[in-house]
């Protein structure tokens, strides 16, 4: 990583103390980044992205360095200033001299952190000399994961499977595509499974072949896999609850459905017609409360809102933003929806519920309770052959759960459940 310029690490910083002090979202500080080159936006988000990733780690390390931690109403900012320089020492490689100076011009610039521009100073200098060593010594599985989230894994999946799962959020998830029925491979990528690819080379994603002919669109492997426990959509009509950003909607229409995609917020809609448009894919967009949407299919299909626990490698800002009280608001709501999604299903239709969360409340305790009231419903078990082979992606109870470690190989994927009931 070369050195690049302050305004940058400006933004970069403002973006982390938003995320530590406010438990504002990575991905709704985006304009912070307006204004900047291209080459300095992506340092931007890179230094961001990768001090929340290994947040733990980096503050396990400078507590090495440091008597006290610091005190925020006296010290400003330093306190994430030094995370991020840190970060930049010990995870981007960025040259020393470049990392200190940085971190010193934006301590400078800080009314209250300027008064601890020596300590700063100071303690990078040690880590730029230690700091490797007293990285290699840490368990960074455990300390990078908040311990809300890890109590939670390991009491569902045990302390070898949160381990491994912990260890996959370390990495940046791969760009995952789906390209439309017929569509050319595009170079510098390769098929995981059925239409799926994955980028092996990073770039911006327009000037990627095949996006402004509309051949694919961004989805993640696991994403793309519960819209398939529909089946053969084609020529029948299907109800897509909380669509956005559309993917799923896209693939319902590439496979010939005739779509109705609801989303609550405008702007969000708004940016699925747009991904339709270009892609030259045609569904009919509505924007309501799926709550109150009223309607009737054989085939409804429901992203559930939740925690999106499962999407953590994509969104390093989510366990210190989160906590378990959002699982049981996340759960609610959820089930809102389900129970709404129940009666928009004709008889003999089929209803496929997801989250892209790891906590079993948001999805197989979900299910659970949903069939306990409701008899008219019956679970239709998801077939090995229905996921290119992959049984590792089924339940016991016969339900889709991926996991961040599975395709470890290949760069991961997120974590998702997904369950198909049917109507009698």
């Known amino acids: 990583m070369t050195d690049t310029g302050l305004p940058a690490r400006q933004a970069a910083l403002a973006i982390v103390s938003g995320v530590l002090r406010r438990r504002w979202a990575l991905d709704f500080q985006l304009e912070e980044l307006k204004g900047l080159s291209l080459r300095d936006a992506g340092f931007a988000r890179a230094l961001a992205s990768?001090?929340?990733?290994?947040?733990?780690?980096?503050?396990?390390?400078?507590?090495?360095?440091?008597?006290?931690?610091?005190?925020?109403?006296?010290?400003?900012?330093?306190?994430?200033?030094?995370?991020?320089?840190?970060?930049?020492?010990?995870?981007?490689?960025?040259?020393?001299?470049?990392?200190?100076?940085?971190?010193?011009?934006?301590?400078?610039?800080?009314?209250?952190?300027?008064?601890?521009?020596?300590?700063?100073?100071?303690?990078?200098?040690?880590?730029?000399?230690?700091?490797?060593?007293?990285?290699?010594?840490?368990?960074?599985?455990?300390?990078c994961t908040p311990d809300w989230l890890w109590a939670r894994w390991t009491m569902h999946y045990g302390e070898q499977q949160t381990r491994a799962i912990a260890r996959a959020h370390l990495n940046r998830a791969p760009l995952d595509i789906v390209l439309k029925p017929g569509a050319a491979i595009p170079a510098q990528s390769q098929v995981l499974f059925g239409r799926v690819c994955r980028f092996s080379a990073e770039g911006r994603i327009e000037e990627r072949q095949g996006f402004w002919e509309g051949d694919w669109w961004v989805q993640d492997a696991a994403a793309s896999l519960p819209a398939l426990l529909l089946g053969d959509v084609s020529g029948k009509k299907v109800i897509d609850l909380c669509a956005a950003p559309g993917g799923k909607t896209m693939q319902l229409a590439a496979g010939g459905a005739e779509v109705i995609a609801v989303e609550i917020d405008a702007g969000r809609a708004e940016r699925l017609r747009e991904n339709l448009v270009r892609t030259k894919l045609v569904a009919e967009v509505v924007q309501a409360d799926a709550r109150d949407f009223h309607a009737k299919a054989s085939h409804?299909?429901?992203?559930?809102?939740?925690?999106?626990?499962?999407?953590?490698?994509?969104?390093?800002?989510?366990?210190?933003?989160?906590?378990?009280?959002?699982?049981?608001?996340?759960?609610?709501?959820?089930?809102?929806?389900?129970?709404?999604?129940?009666?928009?299903?004709?008889?003999?239709?089929?209803?496929?519920?997801?989250?892209?969360?790891?906590?079993?409340?948001?999805?197989?305790?979900?299910?659970?309770?949903?069939?306990?009231?409701?008899?008219?419903?019956?679970?239709?078990?998801?077939?090995?052959?229905?996921?290119?082979?992959?049984?590792?992606?089924i339940t016991p109870q016969g339900d889709l759960r991926t996991l961040p470690d599975h395709l470890q190989q290949e760069g991961g994927m997120d974590g998702f459940y997904a369950a198909r009931l049917r109507r009698r």
């Open 300 to 393: 409804v299909f429901i992203d559930a809102p939740c925690t999106a626990t499962g999407t953590i490698r994509r969104h390093p800002d989510l366990p210190w933003i989160k906590s378990a009280a959002d699982v049981t608001v996340s759960t609610a709501a959820a089930y809102e929806i389900l129970e709404s999604a129940a009666a928009l299903v004709e008889p003999a239709g089929t209803l496929v519920f997801a989250v892209c969360s790891l906590e079993r409340e948001e999805g197989e305790e979900q299910i659970a309770a949903f069939l306990g009231a409701h008899p008219e419903f019956q679970r239709q078990p998801v077939g090995s052959e229905e996921l290119f082979g992959h049984s590792q992606w």
């Open 50 to 143: 990768q001090t929340l990733r290994h947040l733990g780690a980096l503050d396990a390390v400078l507590r090495n360095f440091l008597q006290k931690p610091l005190a925020p109403h006296k010290s400003g900012t330093a306190s994430e200033i030094l995370l991020l320089g840190a970060c930049e020492l010990l995870i981007l490689k960025v040259a020393p001299h470049a990392a200190v100076d940085a971190a010193n011009q934006l301590a400078a610039i800080d009314t209250k952190a300027v008064h601890f521009k020596p300590l700063v100073n100071a303690v990078l200098r040690r880590i730029a000399r230690e700091g490797a060593d007293a990285m290699a010594k840490l368990d960074q599985e455990r300390l």
